[in-house]
């Protein structure tokens, strides 16, 4: 519905790819080295970001302002070097899937994406999803760390932008000096966990620094060729995060249509091999499963959930309440 094209792309790169973008300078310590077996010895490193990848798709071809916006979506695994002490659940581990998109764009287009974007963040977290006591999410304004590629004048000029979109949202907003990433300012937003931490599940990301190191370029309609932009983003976070701020916003009861294990059928008298039967056959109704010819697929507007038998000789209401754990 917005416009992405899905791809898959490589777990690992040379090390050249890695300089090229700016990950090999500034984000080295957290990256996995790979080395082949064969004799030249070639240094690879495992992805812990897409967006080199997909600034390859883009440059593969040659682009038209037709083209743009063109938005790229990738739930590809990533692997980050986290410090030991720093790992926590399924809110920081070292290997993880964004719901990540990258969208190459023109200038003009730049403000329009990157409400589509958070108008998508506010339909997850505020309709969707809840979060936490008081429901909700915060958002951030991250701006350029110590460690930042490029102009000065560039990452004002992009700061600026996403100050003015977060004025115009009318959402309330705070500043968080200096934690940008390394090639451009986001907009973090944060969820909170029963302990009331924060943690950043959604961003969204501006970029004008990997366009140039790629020299990436669209042709415009005045045959000209420009650059164009890179906005990054990801709605859940990480899959990961995002699973494990939700088991802790419920205490583990997920939402019906979320669970995996939505229906238990308890057959009262398990003795009874009729009642048994019966129960049996049910179950194959809610798994949406047609006895009498197996081989059928499940067709996709079908109803079917995931749902189990208890059919151990235990009583009724410690059945129950095994199931309800
Ligand atoms: C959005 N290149 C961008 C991407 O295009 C990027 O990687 N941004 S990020 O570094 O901010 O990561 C995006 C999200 O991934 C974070 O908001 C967070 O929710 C999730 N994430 C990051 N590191 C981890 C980790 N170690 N474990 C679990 N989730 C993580
Ligand atoms: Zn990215």
Same mark, same amino acid.
């Given at each position: ?79 980050? %070097? #986290?410090?030991? /002490? &720093?790992?926590? @659940?399924?809110?920081?581990?070292? !290997?993880?899937?964004?719901?990540? =998109? ?73 500043? %968080? #000096?200096?934690? /940008? &990433?390394?090639? @451009?300012?986001?907009?973090?937003? !944060?969820?909170?966990?029963?302990? =009331? ?87 194959? !109704? ?40």
């Amino acid at each position: 519905k917005y416009g992405f094209q899905e791809v898959i792309t490589p777990l690992i790169y040379r090390k050249l790819l890695w300089e090229q973008s700016g990950h090999w300078e500034n984000y080295k310590e957290d990256m996995f080295r790979v080395e082949g077996h064969d004799t030249l010895k070639q240094e690879y490193g495992l992805k812990p970001m897409n967006c080199p990848g997909h600034c390859l798709v883009f440059k593969r071809f040659d682009r038209s302002y037709n083209e743009l916006p063109l938005r790229l979506s990738d739930f590809s695994a990533l692997h980050r %070097n #986290e410090a030991s /002490g &720093a790992l926590s @659940g399924l809110t920081r581990v070292r !290997k993880f899937h964004q719901d990540d =998109g990258h969208i190459f764009c023109t200038p003009e287009q730049v403000e329009q994406e990157m409400n589509q974007c958070l108008k998508l963040v506010d339909m997850c977290y505020s309709k969707i999803f809840t979060f936490g006591e008081e429901a909700g999410y915060s958002m951030e304004l991250s701006t350029r760390p110590d460690n930042y590629i490029g102009d000065l004048n560039v990452w004002n000029h992009a700061e600026n932008v996403l100050q003015e979109i977060l004025e115009k949202s009318g959402k309330i907003w705070k500043l %968080n #000096e200096g934690d /940008g &990433a390394f090639y @451009g300012p986001k907009i973090d937003i !944060k969820v909170k966990d029963h302990n =009331g931490k924060a943690h950043q599940v959604a961003t969204v990301q501006l970029d004008f620094q990997l366009p140039e190191r790629f020299e990436l370029r669209y042709k415009d309609k005045d045959n000209n060729y420009k650059r164009p932009i890179v906005i990054h983003r990801a709605v859940f976070g990480s899959v990961e995060r995002f699973m494990g701020m939700l088991m802790d916003s419920n205490q583990g009861k997920w939402p019906f249509w979320l669970n995996p294990r939505q229906a238990m059928v308890i057959p009262v008298n398990t003795k009874k091999i009729e009642q048994v039967r019966v129960s049996h056959d049910l179950l194959m !109704k809610l798994r949406g499963i047609d006895n009498d010819d197996s081989a059928t697929p499940v067709a996709l507007n079908s109803f079917h959930f995931n749902a189990d038998i208890d059919d151990r000789a235990e009583p009724v209401g410690y059945r129950i309440k095994d199931a309800l754990i």
